[in-house]
């Protein structure tokens, strides 16, 4: 089975940056798309991004320039560096992957970002 577990959440100040961590636990992670996804408290979960096996990634818009995905596949972890975040990027974020056509999640890992 493959468990992903987040981490590297916690409060911010907008302006400031973190970076959120997501580790898998199958040796086949090199071989899959990882997204991450995030929900606002009373609001449908979003979209953020992904990473391909080959490291092209890709953003929503409102996150565009300022979030970057990178994967170390040696380590099976998936990062998103979060940089001049804001109020609005407040958020319970998760990790998703799909490995012969299941979805798998992780637990999710909270940001909060005050003004």
């Known amino acids: 089975q493959v468990q992903l577990v987040e981490s590297g959440g916690g409060s911010a100040q907008a302006g400031d940056s973190l970076r959120l961590s997501c580790a898998a636990s199958r040796g086949i992670f090199s071989f899959n798309v990882l997204n991450w996804y995030r929900q606002a408290p009373g609001k449908q979960r979003e979209f953020v991004g992904y990473i391909t096996s080959g490291g092209s990634s890709n953003y929503v818009d409102s996150v565009k320039g300022r979030f970057i995905i990178s994967r170390d596949n040696a380590k099976n972890t998936v990062y998103l560096q979060m940089n001049s975040l804001k109020p609005e990027d407040t958020a319970v974020y998760y990790c998703?992957?799909?490995?012969?056509?299941?979805?798998?999640w992780g637990q999710g890992t909270r940001v909060t970002v005050s003004s």
């Open positions: 998703n992957t799909i490995v012969g056509n299941v979805q798998y």
